[in-house]
């Protein structure tokens, strides 16, 4: 019988939950590795989770070599029968009347029409809700990416003729598809899609998407609840960091850097800095702070040997500065399509930077190999220029740059590009190891000994080892919960998150080395979680204590406040006592007095007003030695 595991609606949907792999793409990754001799690294990109593409109508019902929307739902839900925590299941809801108004290799099904509207409505988001909404997968944690590069459109190309007819659709449309997809429930999870950083990070151009994005997500019914977060760089291969370029406004030449030609006075260089500007945007827009940014890192790793490895502090002038130091290595920040040189980024992950970040999760939208798009010649109509290897683009300003699209190759969107996969494995950053057809190194590194639990909370396990040797070199170590891959370390020790509380897990390590080649793994070892803090209650509103991380002698934690009642809260204030020794040493989106083992800790100035069936949250660091046993919260509204 399933789990009722997704009862509770929770702030961020990727930690604690397990991964849904679409069978289809596997069978594709599968495939080219073997065609490529069974390259190991090849095949570790089918262990990943990507996103479900429904970007037609007939995708949801599927066909003869692609499974529909309810056989995919179907699939993690029996995954769910045997699975200590919640499935995940990623959709991308990509189907706009006028799709892709600024573009041409993804234009959609539908006109840009009241009519094409109605067909939107009633013949591709309707049957969407009717299939997320059936009751047997209400356990699962259902993610819908809306709408990839739509609203920035109306917010950069309004005057495209062919925008400026799709817009008013792309806003009635979306409104609509976020009111029926949140009123489905409580395991339903919306990311609008906001472009990328080399689109919208223009503070003109941030500051009017803001209001664009309010407007919309208010029209819809449920207003703010009905978002609960953005995404960014869908398909795109913007990094998420820019190690080597920190500081947009350094000088160099007597230049800020934003002046390069790269940049063209854009001040956001990466997707991590764009995303906490847009997050600040959006709050400030009416948004609650409690919605999460998610980034897509399926191309945007950069490795390859061009990559820099160190700063370049010799050039005197920002272009040459830029040039030494960036990892994107596009000519043009406008390339898009099937980018020349670009690799596989990040692993998908909840919390890379921390649970005191905005940026919730690293994700996989766009598979890893399959088109960007086709470009037209004499004998193939279809397609954009943009993806013309031998084709050109302008900046706006006067520059003209190439397209950057891998040289050889006509591939429609969607389609499977060998070529291009190979590459993105190849320049993967981090590494997924260089693979081999049989000539390079087949030794695998010695399985992991003295794997043993240093310590658990009542959401956490921590885990240490003694490391794996090779004959070249281990990379890192893959971390399993049961059968479930829980993470990744290149160190010997690992934590856990998001487990649930008074639960015995199995854990095993298996070690891997460049080249792919996986150890047998450690012996298994058990961890059961202590009792939780659970849900604490109080006057007028209810409170959650989750442990995002633990390492030993430290931790953070994330609290949120949720307000059940008809009235809106206009202030807050959580109170607990510590079991132990525990000292907050960092707060965020709070204010906090620790007096002893009494915490007493306080709404900031722009996080009080909780709208009825609202929730916001804050985060600490602590420190603490011995135990680290959850506390009980009571919450008091004003």
């Not at 949801?60 to 739902?73: C, E, F, P, R």
């Not at 049989?438 to 043993?452: I, N």
């Not at 792919?516 to 961890?527: C, D, F, H, I, W």
Request: contains cysteine.
């Amino acid at each position: 019988m399933a789990k009722p595991f997704a009862a509770t609606h929770v702030t961020n949907p990727f930690v604690g939950a397990v991964s849904y792999l679409n069978p289809n793409y596997v069978s594709e990754v599968q495939s080219q590795a073997s065609a490529d001799g069974n390259n190991a690294a090849e095949a570790k990109v089918a262990t990943y989770q990507t996103a479900i593409w429904m970007d037609h109508i007939g995708a949801i019902a599927g066909d003869s070599t692609h499974l529909g929307l309810q056989a995919q739902l179907d699939n993690a839900e029996t995954q769910s029968q045997s699975s200590s925590n919640p499935v995940l299941i990623e959709v991308v809801v990509y189907d706009l009347p006028g799709r892709d108004c600024a573009a041409l290799a993804s234009n959609g099904e539908i006109p840009a029409t009241d009519a094409g509207l109605t067909e939107y409505e009633s013949q591709y988001i309707d049957p969407i809700v009717a299939l997320e909404g059936n009751a047997k997968y209400a356990n699962l944690r259902i993610v819908n990416f809306v709408e990839p590069d739509s609203l920035p459109n109306a917010v950069t190309n309004q005057s495209k003729s062919a925008c400026a007819t799709a817009i008013p659709y792309y806003e009635k449309g979306i409104a609509y598809a976020l009111g029926k997809l949140h009123a489905i429930g409580s395991q339903i999870y919306n990311y609008l899609d906001i472009g990328h950083s080399g689109w919208l990070g223009w503070p003109n151009n941030m500051t009017g998407a803001g209001p664009e994005y309010a407007k919309v997500v208010q029209s819809a019914t449920g207003g703010y609840a009905t978002v609960d977060g953005f995404v960014s760089d869908t398909a795109n291969t913007t990094p998420s960091d820019e190690p080597f370029l920190p500081n947009s406004s350094l000088t160099v030449g007597g230049q800020p850097l934003e002046s390069a030609n790269f940049y063209q006075w854009n001040p956001y260089f990466d997707e991590h800095s764009y995303d906490e500007a847009m997050y600040s945007e959006f709050v400030s827009s009416g948004f609650p702070s409690s919605v999460g940014m998610v980034i897509d890192t399926s191309r945007n790793g950069w490795g390859g040997s061009a990559r820099p490895t160190a700063l370049n502090s010799s050039p005197t002038d920002v272009n040459s500065y830029v040039s030494a130091n960036k990892v994107d290595q596009r000519p043009f920040r406008g390339d898009w399509c099937n980018v020349n040189g670009a690799g596989i980024g990040a692993r998908p992950q909840a919390n890379p930077y921390g649970a005191g970040d905005h940026i919730i999760a690293d994700v996989w939208i766009k598979p890893p190999g399959e088109s960007d798009g086709d470009y037209p010649t004499a004998t193939h109509t279809h397609g954009d220029p943009h993806c013309d290897p031998n084709g050109t683009q302008t900046d706006g300003n006067g520059g003209t740059y190439p397209t950057d699209a891998i040289p050889g190759y006509d591939i429609p969107a969607g389609n499977w590009f060998a070529a291009q996969f190979q590459q993105l494995v190849t320049d993967a950053y981090p590494a997924l190891g260089s693979g081999g057809t049989g000539g390079g190194d087949t030794t695998p590194p010695s399985a992991p000994t003295g794997l043993t639990v240093s310590g658990t909370t009542s959401s956490s396990a921590s885990l240490t080892w003694t490391a794996s040797t090779d004959n070249v070199g281990v990379t890192g170590y893959d971390i399993y919960r049961g059968t479930t891959l829980a993470g990744t370390s290149t160190t010997t020790s690992f934590t856990d998150t998001g487990l649930a509380a008074s639960t015995q897990y199995s854990y095993t390590v298996v070690a891997y080395d460049a080249a792919g080649n996986l150890s047998s793994p450690s012996a298994a070892v058990s961890a059961t979680t202590s009792a939780g803090g659970g849900v604490g209650g109080g006057s007028g509103c209810t409170v959650t204590y989750q442990v995002a991380s633990d390492w030993g002698s430290g931790f953070t934690a994330n609290v949120t406040v949720s307000n059940p009642s008809a009235t809106a809260a206009n202030g807050w204030t959580v109170t607990w006592t510590w079991p132990g020794n525990q000292q907050v040493t960092n707060m965020w989106n709070a204010d906090n007095q620790q007096n002893g083992q009494s915490e007493t800790v306080s709404n900031s100035s722009y996080n009080g007003t909780i709208a009825p069936g609202s929730n916001t949250s804050f985060g600490f660091q602590a420190s603490y030695s011995g135990s680290n046993a959850s506390p009980t919260l009571t919450c008091t509204a004003h």
